[in-house]
């Protein structure tokens, strides 16, 4: 009988079993899938010559995360690659807003838009610097993070510290428009609060963009060295060798309650897997207490709490294998590992408003990944594997564009869809698409069958607005690991500190059933 059962081998249930193991604990993985790695994968499906990421691919939260750093996965070959330009957002008359690799260059560039705009881009580093450590800290411990607290409050006077969490709960529009005279810097901030469900007027986007710029700023948007999936691939492998069994294709069904209290589960082929200590749950909030625990084993209140619970937008995603560089209009995006494609903070407030609306963007925001780019071993030389993605409602009501796209997703939705992206491209890229030579299409469902945590696309775990957020993560109340039921442990996306791949909520949970184990 193994100490700990994890359900769902992405990577928070891997760094959860990870640390268990280290400690001593005999641990067993049960993945539903027939690969590990939940949303950190990839494969050459797109054409047999391009590793393409299915998922996520960018990794600053992983490059910043004292959990994935203390589990040293160089030594299981794992290395990282950047592009030599950050994040790239070209204009509509052919300039490019660039986050470059140095603060002082992204600055020099910043000031070609506005005088001072470059001074007001290294405040911000300089504020950054001065709490990186505390709110890494305080961002990656259990709720409420006391040491860290404790650190920036010290830090900071009580007046800098207020205007700190002022510039937290800014919308991101309001952020750049006090901050900055010229557009380039506001779009670098309104886009990476976009990588969330964020937009430009939402309370917190410009805590939230400020803090992926600051991120991309101090350590890139790094990729793993020949596809995301030699991350989930370094995680295994440490995971194997200190003791811990991986079981894939193995869908567990049921979390088993007895006295109260987590004793094992059951797959989908009847089997049960016991659990002497924990069961640990790398699965959404939804999907644990409303499908793998019965009812009867959780307050109603809880129940009464998740049917408000809020996901973030749905994803509809294109993988492409290019036979050529991209052939962007502004020169910069060519060095870019990142691109982000909307015309000005307005057209993201549109974009967001539209999805707010129940309508499918007509003139969508794409988040463009050009891999070779950043890792020349993804493509043959001379050539691009590349990808973009956009949000679209979960529940679509219409269509802001001209094809009538009703959410069906069949595949002439989706062809239509990954045209009215692949035109976007065009705009700021004219060519592009005579360079492709391969395209995979990745609709809300499809990316929902691959892994079931991606409910419709929703790559964040539950959204990322301040009402689901810290205490209310994921619902009122809670914010830490721990559940109702003694043994049992939120251990994924869905839990505090939230998405992103950097190993948090896995690392909680592990911690926190170690602390019940000691206490017991």
């Not at 001074?119 to 504020?127: K, N, S, Y």
């Amino acid at each position: 009988m193994p100490d700990a059962v994890v359900i769902g081998a992405g990577p928070n249930g891997l760094v959860a079993a990870n640390l268990l193991a280290a400690a001593g604990w005999s641990v067993e993985v049960l993945e539903a899938q027939p690969e590990p790695g939940g949303a950190v994968r990839s494969d050459r499906a797109v054409h047999p010559d391009y590793v393409t990421d299915l998922f996520s691919a960018f990794y600053p939260l992983a490059a910043a995360s004292p959990v994935l750093g203390a589990l040293d996965l160089g030594a299981e070959g794992l290395r990282w690659s950047r592009a030599p330009r950050v994040l790239a957002h070209p204009l509509p008359d052919g300039r490019c807003a660039v986050l470059e690799s140095d603060a002082r260059d992204t600055a020099a560039g910043l000031d070609a838009f506005a005088d001072g705009d470059g001074a007001a881009w290294l405040e911000l580093c300089a504020t950054w610097d001065r709490v990186r450590r505390d709110v890494l800290g305080a961002l990656f411990t259990p709720f409420p993070p006391v040491r860290p607290g404790l650190r920036l409050a010290a830090r900071l006077r009580a007046a800098e510290g207020l205007r700190l969490a002022r510039t937290m709960l800014l919308p991101v529009r309001r952020l750049g428009e006090e901050r900055f005279g010229g557009e380039a810097a506001r779009l670098l901030l309104a886009g990476s609060a976009l990588h969330a469900d964020l937009g430009p007027e939402a309370a917190g986007s410009g805590g939230f963009g400020w803090l992926m710029s600051m991120l991309g700023q101090t350590y890139g948007f790094p990729v793993p060295v020949g596809g995301a999936g030699a991350l989930t691939g370094a995680l295994v492998r440490r995971l194997e060798r200190h003791g811990g069994v991986l079981r894939c294709g193995e869908q567990v069904t049921e979390v088993v309650v007895r006295g109260g209290r987590a004793v094992g589960v059951r797959t989908a082929r009847g089997e049960a897997v016991p659990a002497s200590r924990a069961v640990l749950a790398d699965v959404s909030a939804p999907a644990l207490y409303t499908r793998l625990v019965d009812a009867r084993h959780l307050p109603a209140r809880l129940l009464d709490d998740l049917r408000r619970f809020q996901w973030d937008f749905a994803t509809f995603k294109v993988d492409w294998a290019l036979n050529g560089p991209v052939p962007w209009t502004a020169r910069p995006a060519a060095t870019a590992g990142t691109v982000h494609l909307a015309d000005g903070v307005d057209g993201l407030t549109r974009f967001a408003a539209q999805i707010a609306m129940g309508q499918v963007p007509d003139r969508p925001f794409l988040l463009f990944g050009q891999m070779s780019t950043a890792d020349a071993t993804r493509s043959p030389a001379g050539t691009e594997a590349a990808w973009a993605y956009t949000h679209v409602p979960h529940r679509i009501k219409g269509d802001a564009g001209d094809d009538g796209l009703t959410g069906r997703w069949d595949r002439g939705e989706q062809e239509a869809m990954a045209d009215r992206m692949e035109h976007e491209v065009e705009r700021w890229a004219p060519g592009f698409r005579s360079r492709i030579t391969a395209r995979r299409l990745l609709a809300p469902p499809t990316i929902e069958s691959m892994d079931a945590n991606l409910l419709g696309g929703a790559i964040n775990g539950g959204t990322t607005s301040a009402h689901q957020q810290l205490v209310f993560r994921p619902t009122p109340g809670t914010g830490r690991p721990e559940t109702p039921v003694r043994g049992l442990y939120l251990a994924s996306a869905s839990a505090h500190p939230g998405g992103g791949v950097h190993g948090a909520p896995g690392a909680n949970a592990a911690r926190a059933a170690m602390r019940r184990r000691l206490r017991r």
